[in-house]
């Protein structure tokens, strides 16, 4: 790990490996203050979307000595992409976050012509993000956390056997949301904060329609911010209505279900929706 990281995240390594699929993925490491595996094995939390994700939310580990919170002690475990990938993973994240079969809203679409017309995106890249989006593999990269990348955390950080969590935020919420429809035997609490769900014919409520009132026990908090939906972004309001709609379906069904209305934008939401996960799901 190079000093630059060492002196940016305290406590922190850094590696690269390669998913059984084929696919490379770079992996930040973040240890409690003191961690002693022998004394004390602590979970993971999984933490998606590392390259934007790990200078918001790994500082955090630090809330483990807050006398005003406590909260049990967690390895997180940040994954994002390396090297030249790094550059493109606001494009890779499609097609690992986004469930197998997920139709593309018109939306995104839109979106994506818009970024065109304002300057933020070549035509070029447009192409590229949605063609992603049409050969979306969110079940391989599942099965690369639980299979490939779990055991090694696992033998390398003298983890705890149970008690591991799983946050992602935008996409990486619908990828939570996803997992948790999965019923993975990996995680116990999972944190979808603004989750992707920008269509009514997302894979997500297919499954839930699917498990009928037999849903997982798996411990899940949602979040989603007022400004996606009192603002002006027709992407970001269908975001917030229908992850309000899944919720409601899941409550109708007396899921172990946590939520919070947070007071931000969907780009600066995402450290405060991990702190509602943390303090919602991993408190003492």
Not at 44 to 58: F, K, M
Not at 167 to 185: C, E, I, Q, R, V
Not at 266 to 274: D, E, I, K, Y
Request: hydrophobic share 40%; proline share 6%.
């Amino acid at each position: 790990m190079s000093t630059m990281w060492q002196g940016c995240l305290a406590h922190t390594d850094y590696f690269e490996t390669r998913s059984s699929g084929g696919h490379d993925y770079g992996v930040w490491v973040t240890t409690p203050p003191g961690y002693d595996p022998a004394a004390a094995p602590a979970p993971v939390v999984y933490v998606l979307d590392g390259n934007w994700a790990v200078g918001l939310t790994a500082p955090l580990i630090v809330t483990q000595l807050d006398p005003m919170q406590a909260l049990q002690p967690y390895i997180q475990v940040s994954v994002g992409y390396a090297g030249e990938e790094a550059e493109h993973w606001e494009r890779l994240r499609n097609r690992d976050l986004v469930p197998p079969g997920e139709p593309i809203a018109q939306e995104y679409i839109d979106a994506t012509e818009m970024g065109i017309a304002t300057g933020t995106m070549t035509r070029e890249q447009a192409d590229a993000y949605l063609a992603e989006l049409s050969d979306s593999r969110g079940d391989a990269f599942l099965a690369f956390l639980t299979d490939d990348l779990h055991p090694r955390i696992a033998r390398d950080y003298g983890t705890a056997p149970s008690g591991h969590g799983l946050f992602g935020y935008s996409y990486g919420g619908l990828f939570s949301l996803y997992a948790w429809l999965s019923d993975s035997t990996l995680f116990e609490t999972i944190g979808a904060g603004s989750p992707g769900i920008v269509g009514e014919d997302s894979q997500v409520f297919a499954r839930l329609r699917a498990m009928g009132d037999t849903l997982p026990a798996t411990r899940l908090h949602l979040t989603f911010n007022d400004r996606e939906l009192l603002g002006g972004i027709p992407v970001y309001q269908n975001l917030a209505r229908n992850t309000a709609t899944f919720l409601h379906r899941l409550t109708a069904h007396d899921a172990p279900v946590t939520s919070a209305l947070l007071h931000e934008t969907h780009v600066t939401g995402l450290q405060a929706s991990f702190l509602s996960y943390l303090r919602t799901c991993r408190a003492r």
